[in-house]
């Protein structure tokens, strides 16, 4: 008898639903599209698995130092009040300078300056708030806020100093003036920076 033989009785094996012809059980089933009936093969993943959607990448998080608005905006309310203050005292000081020279008479009369301390000191109050703005501003849109800030307020200073100096008819009012504006530009030029720097917080 060979092991082939269909005259070999059959076995326990037989009894229990082995076959030994393992085409029965590939052509009992579907297959797939694409599948390889040969050992070994899968069909495509794709056919059976929908594709994860795409993530949009994430933007890498900056290590640039962000400011704390609270503590920037009290700062530069500190800067326009100090402003003010200093803007109102030299006025107030080169107006009683002024009248005691226009008293005695001995250096001439003197024009009094162009507006009263008050003037000056609500233009400087302003000036300063518009400097925090700016410096925010820069800080936002600008490598180096710093930088740009001390350029533009610095070349600002120079004009308001220079062109009372230069167009005004009288010396004395000229020269009052550009110390005003000078009181008032200074303090900014400083303050705003050191409280914008002092303001930031890295997260």
């Given at each position: 008898?060979y092991?082939?033989?269909?005259?070999?009785p059959?076995?326990?094996r037989y009894d229990?639903?082995?076959d030994?012809?393992?085409?029965a059980?590939s052509?009992?089933?579907p297959?797939?599209?694409g599948?390889d009936?040969g050992y070994g093969q899968?069909?495509?993943?794709?056919?059976?698995y929908?594709?994860?959607?795409?993530?949009?990448?994430r933007?890498?998080?900056?290590?640039?130092p962000q400011?704390?608005p609270?503590?920037?905006?009290?700062?530069?309310?500190?800067?326009?009040?100090?402003t003010?203050?200093?803007a109102?005292?030299?006025?107030?000081l080169i107006?009683?300078v002024?009248?005691?020279v226009n008293?005695?008479?001995?250096l001439?009369?003197w024009?009094?300056?162009?507006?009263?301390e008050?003037w000056?000191?609500v233009?400087?109050?302003l000036c300063?708030l518009?400097?925090?703005?700016?410096?925010?501003?820069?800080?936002l849109a600008?490598?180096?806020?710093?930088q740009f800030?001390?350029?533009?307020?610095?070349?600002?200073?120079?004009?308001?100093v220079?062109?009372p100096?230069?167009?005004?008819?009288?010396?004395?009012t000229g020269i009052?003036?550009?110390?005003?504006h000078?009181?008032?530009g200074?303090p900014i030029l400083?303050?705003?920076?050191?409280?914008g720097?002092k303001?930031?917080e890295?997260?």
């Open positions: 008898m092991p082939n033989d269909p005259n070999k059959r076995t326990a229990r639903g082995y030994p012809d393992p085409q059980y052509q009992s089933y297959q797939q599209p599948y009936q899968q069909p495509p993943a794709d056919q059976y929908a594709a994860a959607p795409a993530q949009p990448p933007r890498p998080k900056s290590n640039r400011v704390n609270t503590m920037f905006i009290g700062g530069v309310l500190a800067t326009a009040i100090v003010g203050l200093a109102w005292l030299v006025a107030w107006r009683l002024i009248e005691r008293e005695t008479g001995k001439g009369v024009n009094p300056m162009a507006n009263d008050y000056f000191a233009v400087a109050f300063a518009f400097a925090g703005a700016l410096w925010y501003v820069l800080q600008t490598p180096s806020p710093n800030f001390s350029w533009i307020v610095g070349l600002l200073i120079i004009a308001a220079l062109i100096l230069l167009l005004s008819r009288d010396w004395t009052s003036t550009a110390i005003i000078a009181v008032i200074l400083f303050l705003v920076p050191a409280m720097t303001s930031m890295r997260r």
